[in-house]
């Protein structure tokens, strides 16, 4: 019997302002899971939190896109809303566009990432959960886990790594997918995902022939949700998830973690509308502060046994990434001194807030034409 592990998130309300998920709302999720968990629909459960969005991480054998388990999801996002609600959090039930849940949680506001897979004899996984960004924040730590050399020392010295991996690359814009093998076509592959806010990795297969896994099952799954084109508006940000499993044939837990050590430029700080550096940081250091910000990214590590999940491990709760935290704060600290210019602001299309559309009204009488 296959697993199937699912992370589920959304922003249903948070203290203060945008901060932090409430204790009273991973109380309600504990509790609406626990009892998934006797009723035998999920096997196992862990909800963790990034910044100011609920996780819910579950482990199953009901499969990808499961109607009861996206409709457990719904209803424990409904439910700690409605506390959110009670408590007067702030943006209560953000997250959640639609009132008409039919059978799947996709294309109704919450983050979806899900692998189903057959388990190995020792299955690692681990699941990053970032806050204040967006979906294409995860295409340079994910090509460099199973693309860079430089990054993946298995590329080159694991004869059962060394074929590489195909990538399925999502046009978030145009809703098409494409699937590209690595390394045969890592400049094309990286012409697409260097456009990060229009071509996203959705997920990594192992290529045919590998000596140990099948093609046909992922090893990586990214939420690929972007809020405003669901809405059509702005109504918070998208703050994705990833879910990576390890070892045996695929990237070692330390090669997965290793791009993380690079605090790269994201977009999504402020209001949706700034660049900053992801910032890797302990569970507890998941509060997004210092304007609404930096980006931050977390990551839990498990053993998975037989769809139970064991852990979690916090994994970057390690000195070894003080130096990338540093470096974080330094580059943070250089952005935010551009203020309102760019490239620290976003340019004009990818912001989530303008007032440009009202200056221009304003001026539309000034403007003169010039030679
Ligand atoms: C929310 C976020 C924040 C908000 C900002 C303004 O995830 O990124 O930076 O965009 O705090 O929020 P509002 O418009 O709700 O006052
Ligand atoms: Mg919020
Ligand atoms: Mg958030």
Redesign the pocket.
């Known amino acids: 019997m296959k697993t199937t592990i699912s992370l589920i998130k959304a ?1 249903v309300g948070s203290y203060p ?2 901060a932090k998920v409430h204790p009273d709302l991973k109380i309600i999720a504990e509790k609406q899971l626990s009892k998934a968990k006797e009723d035998g629909l999920i096997v196992d459960f862990h909800i963790l939190a990034a910044g ?1 969005d609920l996780e819910l991480l579950m482990g199953h054998h009901r499969g990808a896109d499961n109607n009861k388990v996206h409709s457990l999801a719904w209803d424990t996002f409904k439910a700690a809303t409605k506390k959110a609600k009670e408590l007067k959090l ?2 209560a039930g953000q997250d959640l566009l639609s009132d008409a849940f039919s059978g799947n949680v996709k294309g109704l506001g919450p983050g979806i990432a899900e692998l189903e897979f057959t388990e190995r004899s020792g299955e690692p996984l681990v699941a990053f959960m970032m806050d ?1 960004t967006e979906p294409g924040a995860f295409n340079l730590p994910v090509f460099k886990m199973f693309a860079d050399p430089f990054n993946t020392a298995g590329l080159v010295i694991d004869s059962s790594c060394h074929d590489g991996f195909t990538f399925e690359i999502w046009d978030i814009q145009n809703h098409q997918r494409v699937f590209m093998n690595s390394p045969e076509e890592m400049y094309d592959i990286l012409a697409l995902i260097g456009a990060k806010s229009r071509y996203v990795i959705k997920r990594v297969y192992p290529k045919k022939g590998h000596p140990k896994l099948p093609d046909d099952e992922p090893v990586a799954a990214i939420s690929t949700e972007k809020l405003y084109q669901i809405a059509g508006e702005y109504v ?2 998208d ?1 994705p998830v990833t879910l990576v499993r390890a070892q045996s044939g695929l990237p070692a837990l330390g090669e997965i973690l290793e791009p993380f050590a690079f605090p790269h430029l994201v977009s ?1 700080w ?3 509308s700034h660049n900053g550096p992801l910032m890797p940081v302990p569970f507890k250091y998941s509060q997004c502060t210092r304007f ?1 910000g930096p980006p931050r990214v977390i990551a839990a590590g498990f053993q998975v046994n037989n769809a139970a999940l064991i852990g979690p491990v916090d994994l970057f709760n390690d000195p070894a990434y003080d130096i990338t935290r540093k470096k974080a704060q330094e580059v943070a600290e250089y952005m935010r001194r551009h203020g309102p210019f760019e490239p620290h602001r976003l340019p004009l299309e990818e912001m989530e ?1 303008t007032t440009l559309p009202k200056v221009m009204d304003k001026l539309k009488n000034r403007f003169e034409k010039v030679k």
């Open positions: 922003d302002g945008h100011d702030y943006g204040k918070g940000k703050d999504g402020m209001r949706g609404d807030y």
